[in-house]
Nanobody, 124 residues
Framework: QVQLVETGGGLVQPGGSLRLSCAAS????????PGWFRQAPGNEREFVAA????????YYSDSVKGRFTIFRDVAKTTVYLQMNSLKPEDTAVYYC?????????????????WGLGTQVTVSS
């Protein structure tokens, strides 16, 4: 079992930055692959970013590529999502997830564990 807790959401102006954190307990991010997803009202949950268990490879949706960065700490117990140049369309609840699988990391159906989410609102 893996428990995931997200922190770091909030209100930010367009063009600003936020860093989300996801703390894991039960297992580290060396044995599961972490991913970030988001869901805006009325929309399906969509893939944002993922990191392989090795920590070597990262994956991003086209909508956030070049603006968001996923990375983990040295202890491999926390994964982060650094979000820069935020846009109003980035407004959503952001979820941290983890999977024991190493493929199709952009598919939410591959993930076994989910956090409760943290709200990110980008507005002036």
């Amino acid at each position: 079992q893996v428990q995931l807790v997200e922190t770091g959401g909030g209100l930010v102006q367009p063009g600003g930055s936020l860093r989300l954190s996801c703390a894991a307990s039960g297992r580290t991010f060396s044995s599961v692959s972490p991913g970030w997803f988001r869901q805006a009202p009325g929309n399906e949950r969509e893939f944002v970013a993922a990191l392989t268990r090795s920590g070597i490879s990262t994956y991003y949706s086209d909508s956030v590529k070049g603006r968001f960065t996923i990375f983990r700490d040295v202890a491999k117990t926390t994964v982060y999502l650094q979000m820069n140049s935020l846009k109003p369309e980035d407004t959503a609840v952001y979820y941290c997830a983890a999977t024991t699988r190493g493929y199709e990391l952009d598919d939410p159906r591959q993930y076994d564990y989910w956090g409760l989410g943290t709200q990110v609102t980008v507005s002036s």
